[in-house]
């Protein structure tokens, strides 16, 4: 049974910074495409950010040069470093495991305000 579990969210100013990490269990870790999505109230979720399983990383253009993904393979984890953050950063962060199925995580609430 594949879960995802994240952690690392919070409520922080803007203009700061946060490191999300998401853990997997019951997977090969290292053969999925890992993304986090995001989903602010009233929206639709959005595409984050995404690293495929050969290191390979794309990101929305909301975020480019300030958020940053990164996996490790040996700890089934995958990582959002967050800088800059802003209000509009504001949202619910899903992890995302995708090859032929797509697995979601809970989510972790990401909060920027002053």
């Known amino acids: 049974q594949v879960q995802l579990v994240e952690s690392g969210g919070g409520l922080v100013q803007p203009g700061g910074s946060l490191r999300l990490s998401c853990t997997a269990s019951g997977m090969i870790f290292s053969i999925y495409h890992m993304g986090w999505y995001r989903q602010a109230p009233g929206k639709q979720r959005e595409f984050v950010a995404q690293?495929?399983?050969?290191?390979?990383?794309n990101y929305a253009d909301s975020v480019k040069g300030r958020f940053t993904i990164s996996r490790d393979n040996a700890k089934k984890t995958v990582y959002l470093q967050m800088y800059s953050l802003k209000s509009e950063d504001t949202a619910l962060y899903h992890c995302?495991?995708?090859?032929?199925?797509?697995?979601w995580g809970q989510g972790t609430q990401v909060t920027v305000s002053s």
């Open positions: 995302n495991a995708a090859r032929r199925l797509d697995y």
């Open positions: 690293i495929t399983s050969g290191g390979s990383t």
